[in-house]
């Protein structure tokens, strides 16, 4: 388990925790949101720890002390871990949660609940939620982690001192792989820039499980140059029965197409991605106009967030594929 000040990517985040654990100035409301995989939840149990340790050092966590060592293995009596009950967090969740609240730590001075995925509250559990949030206890604090803030309550995100994840920047994820993960560095900058900028990511790809995905994104990418509509239809209808691998399959297609529409216009194979592909890049690469690849790209990523924004997968999925299916995915360019 990381501290605070061994989180990458978020120094002016994880700074701001420090000095408000430091100078006791906690607010009673978080908010940790940004892009998936990125370490809020990371940073919210770092951050845990510090508040929970009772002799912590310059903010943070001392990691030898009986709490500190509870939070690590997630059975400190007062930190309470909310995540969906299936698709949602139910207002049954958050009323355990109120029942909780008023009641004296068990040990230290504080409780923490930390509510992950909080996007997936229902509206009623979100309104159950307010009153806590409204009339917090003294010794509570609250974290609400959440990859969608927009589909947050504007009563919910008022309340809550707001703290915005953005992606890592290669260098450091890169740095991280090869430092505390012992990746080669030309694995690890290969991991970091497929991942788009998200330690989980990253960590998957270097795992072998991206390398998967990556291989079935650039089959699907060939398949489709040649698909008909209906072969077009079945490969949605497969690829959507799991809604998180079919946005994975999405994020390796753009980044597949990316590498195309980059290669068309500076031949650069030092600027890709998929770099150790470069000779299938260029051969493909020569199959489209730079503005059709854009259009593709955008393409994707429109489906992508209309599958995060809860749209059905399989038909977001057939209507994509079917408009990159056969002769309107391709088009020759010219010599």
Known sequence: MLFLREIVGHRQITGALMNAVACGRVAHAY????????????????FARALLCPVPEGGDA???????????HRNHPDLYIVNPSGATIKIEQIRELQHRAPYRPYQGGRKLFLICRAETMTAEAANCLLK?????????????VSDQ???????????????????????????????RHGLAQEE????????????????????????????????????????????ALEMAGKISEDREEALLILE?????????????????????????????????AQSFQPGRLVEII??????????????????????????????????????
């Open 62 to 72: 001392c990691g030898t002390c009986r709490q500190c060592r509870q939070v690590e």
């Open 149 to 179: 803030p927009q589909s947050l309550l504007p009563t919910v995100l008022s309340r809550c001192q707001q703290c915005f994840f953005k992606s890592i920047p290669l260098s450091e994820l890169s740095g991280s792989l090869t430092a």
């Open 188 to 231: 690890a900058l290969l991991a970091a820039a497929m991942s788009g900028g998200s330690m989980g990511k990253a960590l998957a790809y270097a795992s072998g499980s991206l390398a998967e995905r990556r291989n079935a994104a650039g089959a699907l990418a060939g398949a489709l140059k040649t698909a008909g509509p209906l072969e």
């Open 252 to 284: 390796m297609l753009i980044c597949w197409f990316r590498d195309l529409l980059v290669y068309r216009e500076t031949e650069d194979a030092a600027l890709l991605f998929n770099a150790d592909r470069a000779g299938l890049v260029k051969k493909e």
């Open 31 to 46: 908010l940790f949101a940004g892009p998936a995989g990125v370490g809020k939840k990371t940073t919210a149990l770092a």
């Open 132 to 144: 806590t949030l409204e009339e917090p206890p003294h010794d509570t604090v609250l974290i609400l």
């Open 298 to 335: 955008e393409d994707i990523e429109a489906t992508r967030n209309k599958i995060e924004a809860n749209a059905s997968t399989r038909l977001a999925l057939e209507a994509l594929f079917l408009r990159l299916s056969g002769g309107a995915c391709a088009q020759e360019a010219p010599p």
